[in-house]
């Protein structure tokens, strides 16, 4: 694997796509940065190096470009405090100013740039956008996994530019390797917990797992597509009519593959989607017509402890329940708490980002399993087998 450890960065300029996409408050405060954190080995490697570091990154959503509240000038003096170095900002990513302070930048120095997303042309892959940006350094590194999955001129066409001159952050490196532990050879028994709200968000992954996992746990709002295409009564718990005959599909080829795929027997259901709904445990197949599932329930969470526990290789891809209301979130907490016993007694645990990070993060165990992923959507791809485009431009050779 091509990472920073394969060169030196001497007197170099590193252009380095991190993922600052940190959340802020309504004073522009950074509410979590665990994002910047997981970048900063890193941009010291660089600076160790007697290197400079050029970051680049998107923050949020803006649409009608440049917008105050999506600005990265709100994340400079974190930055500074975490890296210990003299951080420069620059209004835009690309152009005149960022150029100029590009090039008068000295070793030990960093350049933040502003929020690429600022220009439509870095979602669309554009190459003279690429261009444009890739002037600004001598060496490309690429460590942010969470938007590996896109071909953004940032990610992906970037790369191009500088042929053999590009590497893994050590966050990308460290993304690969933890995913590769499970797809390709996971001490076993394998178990993969999958939750969210739809089926055919998690169809592919599902699929794929089947390949390789013993045991598919079933939690979240999808599990209530499963119930009613085996004849349960779901009241007005979420379900995709269109994937009844799928999730059949999926169970039949379960079987077939010798692989154990459990859907909850039981659930906390609620009259209403609130946080002081009227709520009570029933068998997930029997919910009264006014009633919805909103958590697995404790005949489920019991059954599913058992299993985690006693495996050695676990991935967590999706929450059991709607775990942000404290009347819901016990199957997501228990099995949270199950996954970090297993790696307790040594199983390997990968917790796949997205809403399972913000679980173990809310239930305070992240430093009690194995690896928390940076990339949600990023990893669900790679476990669904597909090709991440940032992770190919790396490797490719140029002239292929």
């Not at 191009?160 to 001490?187: C, H, R």
């Not at 004849?231 to 154990?260: F, N, W, Y």
């Not at 016990?330 to 007694?345: F, I």
Request: with cysteine.
């Amino acid at each position: 694997m091509k990472t920073l450890d394969n060169t030196s960065f001497k007197d170099k300029k590193a252009l380095v796509r991190v993922d600052f996409n940190v959340p802020l408050n309504e004073n522009f405060e950074i509410s979590d940065d665990s994002r910047i954190r997981a970048a900063v080995p890193t941009i010291r490697k660089i600076l160790n190096d007697e290197g400079s570091a050029i970051l680049m990154s998107h923050l949020g959503r803006p649409t009608n470009g440049p917008e105050l509240r999506y600005s990265l000038r709100h994340i400079i003096d974190r930055v500074a405090d975490l890296t210990g170095a003299k951080v420069i900002f620059s209004n835009n990513c690309i152009g005149h100013e960022a150029e100029e302070l590009a090039g008068s930048l000295k070793n030990g120095e960093i350049l933040l740039l502003e929020n690429l997303r600022f220009h439509a042309e870095e979602q669309n892959g554009d190459k003279e956008f690429a261009r444009s940006l890739s002037v600004l350094g001598d060496i490309y590194v690429n460590d942010a996994f969470g938007t590996a999955h896109r071909a953004h001129a940032s990610t992906s066409i970037i790369a191009q530019f500088f042929g053999s001159n590009k590497y893994f952050g050590y966050v990308m490196a460290s993304e690969i390797d933890n995913a590769d532990k499970l797809l390709n050879d996971p001490q076993r028994p394998f178990t993969a917990i999958v939750g969210g709200a739809k089926v055919s968000d998690k169809l592919l992954i599902i699929e794929n797992l089947m390949k390789i996992a013993d045991n598919i746990l079933i939690g979240g709002g999808m599990a209530y597509t499963f119930v009613k295409a085996q004849g349960g009564q779901i009241g007005k718990s979420l379900v995709e009519e269109d994937r009844l005959e799928l999730t059949l599909e999926l169970m039949r080829k379960a079987k077939e593959s010798g692989v154990q795929l459990l859907i909850p027997e039981d659930s906390v259901i609620a009259d209403e989607f609130a946080p002081g709904a009227n709520h009570r445990i029933a068998s997930s197949d029997a919910i009264a017509s006014d009633w919805m599932g909103l958590d697995i329930g404790p005949k489920a969470t019991e059954k599913y402890k058992d299993i985690i526990r006693s495996s050695k290789s676990v991935l967590w891809n999706g929450p059991m329940g709607v775990f942000e209301m404290e009347a819901f979130s016990a199957g997501t907490k228990d099995v949270a708490l199950a996954v970090a016993e297993a790696t307790q007694k040594g199983a390997f645990t990968l917790i796949g980002g997205g809403d399972s990070a913000a679980a173990i993060h809310k239930f305070h165990l992240a430093d009690q399993v194995s690896y928390v992923s940076t990339g949600g959507g990023a990893l669900l791809e790679y476990f669904e087998g597909k090709e991440l485009p940032g992770i190919k431009a790396i490797l490719s050779v140029p002239g292929e």
